[in-house]
């Protein structure tokens, strides 16, 4: 057996097993490939008493196991993430705006693990995107780097059923930081146009919504950004939170909204109104009333204040009314 193999359905591998697979081989080195993927496997939290057990290896890939299990594994590189507007379309990116996700990792990595934690951005599409199922278990311990590397396919995690947005419900079942990116592959997937592939995302902000891990702001700030880049249409993404509030995930879709709202907003004189804004703005005064949510967001004051009977207005002046009661 490889000692990479998973004991865990999200890829994980126990920390003593890995340990005994290694005093199983003696003084044989292990292969290469396999003890990186074994190690990138590992959870991100140590029982020291196995440090002990694995300074007594044989092996230099023992010493390698002890150090790494010594310093606390890998430290976790700060991923950024932007929406860009691009010089020109084509028929295979219809939108002038991409999204694009870059890595810093920590100094002092070996070769292999700087340019795996690197994500340099690509030509936005997977070599065999079926694969992406496959990430998340790559990494299991580092979901927003992991995050990073699916966003750079998002044009096929948004738009095409299969595996590739299976692999958004399994991301979140992993362990590490989520931000920004793990956002976007989400706010994406909640957009698809197929009922079983939006389950899919809703499981995953789910899951991180009862684990107190939702980036929520950072959701906010997807379903905006998407939304200008004409990645997903406002609509079906309102449907989808709309779900969601319906299932219990009010307060966490309130904070979320309250980025995108004032994101999405008209904000400048004979500013066009964006198709589907009223029935978000209506989800939004919804899940604010369900939270008890009190603030202000910038421009809707205003907006409210406008004269006038359309859905936009309406729902301006009751999410107004909610949050400044």
Not at 308 to 324: D, F, M, N, T, Y
């Amino acid at each position: 057996m490889p000692l990479a193999t998973p004991t865990a359905a999200t890829g994980h591998l126990d920390n003593e097993t890995l340990i005994d697979r290694m005093e199983r081989l003696g003084d044989t080195e292990p292969l290469e490939a396999d003890f990186q993927q074994a190690l990138l496997r590992l959870p991100r939290h140590v029982d020291e008493s196995l440090l002990v057990r694995a300074e007594k290896l044989p092996t230099q890939a023992g010493r390698r196991l002890a150090d790494w299990l010594r310093d606390g594994a890998l430290p976790d590189p700060v991923v950024h993430c932007e929406v860009r507007q691009t010089p020109r379309a084509n028929h295979s990116r219809p939108s002038p705006y991409e999204v694009h996700t870059r890595a810093v990792p920590p100094e002092g990595l070996p070769a292999w693990l700087h340019e795996l934690c690197a994500v340099r951005p690509a030509n936005g599409y997977a070599a065999y995107p079926d694969e992406v199922a496959w990430w998340p278990t790559i990494m299991p311990s580092h979901r927003e780097v992991v995050a990073a590397y699916m966003v750079q396919c998002l044009p096929w995690i948004a738009n095409r059923s299969g595996s590739r947005v299976d692999a958004v419900a399994a991301l979140a079942h992993g362990d590490g930081p989520v931000g920004r990116a793990t956002a976007i592959t989400i706010a994406a997937c909640l957009a698809h146009p197929r009922p079983a592939q939006r389950a899919a995302a809703a499981e995953a902000l789910i899951t991180l919504a009862v684990r107190g891990q939702l980036p929520a702001s950072d959701l906010g700030w997807a379903v905006a950004m998407l939304v200008r880049a004409e990645h997903i249409t406002l609509k079906r993404i309102t449907a989808a939170l709309a779900d969601l509030v319906a299932a219990g995930a009010h307060a966490e879709i309130w904070q979320a909204l309250a980025v995108t709202v004032r994101l999405l907003l008209p904000t400048e004189a004979g500013e066009r109104t964006r198709n589907g804004l009223g029935e978000l703005l209506g989800v939004a005064a919804w899940a604010a009333a369900l939270a008890g949510a009190r603030g202000e967001i910038p421009g809707l004051a205003e907006l409210a204040a406008r004269t006038g009977s359309s859905l936009v207005l309406q729902e301006a002046r009751r999410l107004h009314g909610a949050i400044s009661s």
